[in-house]
């Protein structure tokens, strides 16, 4: 009865004393309005605060595939300053860069696949470097865009190598899974540890002698080597014509020596 009472009064005021009645109201439309202008500075800060979040994310997400892309990089760029070696190259003649696709066990056993192939100047027969110059193996089929190398470490696979500090000639094949096996004769005096050295500018260490097995009494032994450096981690390879080379090198000591 009291509320209807006051809200009849308020009417009757509304009706008759407009000015007393917006007079008196005033002071709670004021509040009402301070306090909806509040809730919506309250709502927008909200909204900010999910905006800025939102925002933050997006930064972490990109500064994280900057770090990666960095990380990329700075993993290409060793790999291709190993390649090349001190000297800025594998070897003295100039050398085509191909990034390795693919290995074993994705790519047949001892073989890598190139990104470069004959649009590349990728030939047949060009033989493969690693890192510091050292040779892993031959093109033995091209592509347009691609190639694939037999590493020497292929079964059957030969190299002439030299071994040890006085240069022992020796014939050295590959066995599968990136290693070397030979024979040689026992009087040679081979010990575990030796270098075996490949011939390029130089005598390049190819690998080590990890073990000689064989009867006693027999007059060889079975030379087991093991490769300096491990070709299915390369993520570079060098190529170079080292026949045409060669062959050009000879061609002109010969016409000059006449």
Known sequence: MIAFSAVLLLALCRIFLPGFFLAATMPF????????????????????????????????????ALAVENRTLADQVSSLSALLG????????????AAVLARPPVSPYDSLIIAGGARDGIADGMEAFGNGGVPIGFVSSVAGSFARITLYTAPRESLAVWVGGSHTPLTITGVGGGAFTASAPR????????????????????????????????????????????????????LRDVGSALTGALSCASSTAL
């Open 29 to 64: 439309v004021r509040t009402g309005d301070a306090v909806s202008a509040s809730f919506a500075r309250t709502l927008s800060g909200f909204g900010n605060t999910e905006a800025l979040a939102a925002a933050k994310q997006e930064l972490i997400r990109q500064n994280d």
């Open 86 to 97: 001190a000297s800025g190259s594998p070897a003295a003649s100039p050398a085509i860069i």
């Open 187 to 238: 009087s040679a005096g081979f010990t575990d540890g030796e270098t075996v050295y490949a011939p390029g500018p130089g005598a390049i260490p190819i690998g080590v002698i990890g073990s000689l097995t064989g009867a006693a009494a027999s007059p060889t032994v079975t030379v087991h080597i093991v490769p300096v450096a491990n070709p299915f981690s390369l993520a570079y390879v060098a």
